[in-house]
């Protein structure tokens, strides 16, 4: 009996099992009862403007009339017309969209994790004013991003702006460049603001995993005589992945999704346009809300497909047993 009671393997008897069959029932009708109001609201304010941009993306609805359209089908998506395929898959346009925010996303996320890691760990380590720092490195992050952008548009102008004068000024150029009216530099200059402003949000987010850290395990590898180099990728880094992996969506997500930035430093230039941009151009500038919904649907598809596969790539297992 001993020995069973020490295995966990003790019967359960039967009317135990009811009550606790019982009991997590009543336990699960109460979290339903709590979270049916904000399933209720997300649904309003999420679901519904969603389902009804997926459904005008089969439209031929027009700004100037929202009242009167018909159903055409995936005509605004992909279409043959004597001959000749026409449609948002076969646009140019879209396509370089596409290229412009995967290629953003990728270099800014990847550019604001190694950095994020590394004021993490610099935050996470005990030195004087250490919480004032915490403090100060969150300003970029809580400043709106589209006074970011002016404020970024204005510093990298080509005559008013002090990034160029520095650059005179240590001799790195030779005259003043363009930064965002060039298509050569002006997604790097997006990059870099973006890097700036939200680096500190990836810091953060890595800053709270590292402070739920075991010490103990750090201290038995400082007797053993373990590099902090090795620590770090041996112990530290597998320790922190599935909040890395939290952080990491999390921006991808927000870059995937990127217009205001983009729109402010580079005038709507078709060389560096992102999806939102494109999908805004066409929803107000041309007043296309068929196509334009056809637009958001596909972004908000590539996001998802992007996520899953994110997931699906860091093995991260939500709401599973850990066993």
């Not at 004597?82 to 995967?102: A, F």
């Amino acid at each position: 009996m001993t020995s069973a009671v020490a295995q966990g393997n003790v019967p359960v008897p039967q009317q135990a099992r009811g009550r606790r069959s019982s009991l997590t029932r009543s336990r699960l009708r109460s979290a339903w009862l709590f979270i049916a109001p904000s399933l209720i609201i997300l649904a309003l304010i999420a679901g519904w403007p969603l389902a009804r941009t997926i459904w005008f993306s089969f439209t031929d609805a027009d700004l100037n009339n929202l009242s009167d359209y018909e159903f055409i089908g995936f005509e605004n998506y992909l279409a043959n017309y004597d001959g000749e395929w026409l449609g948002l898959l076969t646009d140019p346009d879209w396509w370089q969209s596409v290229w412009n925010t995967v290629w953003f996303t990728l270099v800014s996320v990847s550019i604001e994790t190694v950095l994020g890691i590394i004021v993490a760990l610099i935050l996470n380590a005990a030195f004087p004013g250490r919480g004032i720092m915490r403090a100060i490195i969150l300003i970029p992050w809580a400043i709106p991003t589209i006074v970011s952008a002016k404020m970024w548009n204005w510093m990298l102008h080509d005559q008013f702006g002090v990034i160029n004068d520095m650059l005179l000024r240590v001799g790195l150029i030779a005259a003043p460049m363009t930064w965002t009216a060039n298509a050569d530099t002006a997604l790097w200059a997006a990059v870099a603001v973006d890097v700036w402003k939200h680096t500190s949000f990836m810091a953060l987010l890595i800053l709270a995993a590292l402070q739920m850290l075991p010490q103990d395990i750090y201290e038995a590898a400082k007797v053993d005589g373990v590099s902090p180099i090795r620590v770090f990728f041996r112990i530290t880094l597998p320790l922190i992945k599935p909040a890395l992996l939290v952080a990491v969506i999390f921006r991808s997500l927000d870059a995937l999704r990127v217009f205001d930035l983009i729109y402010v430093l580079t005038s709507n230039s078709r060389d560096t346009a992102s999806m939102s941009i494109y999908a805004r151009q066409q929803l107000v500038d041309f007043q296309e809300v068929g196509l334009g919904s056809a637009a958001s649907t596909l972004i908000f598809l590539i996001i998802a497909l992007i996520v899953v596969i994110t997931l699906a790539a860091g093995r991260m297992r939500l709401g599973e047993d850990p066993r």
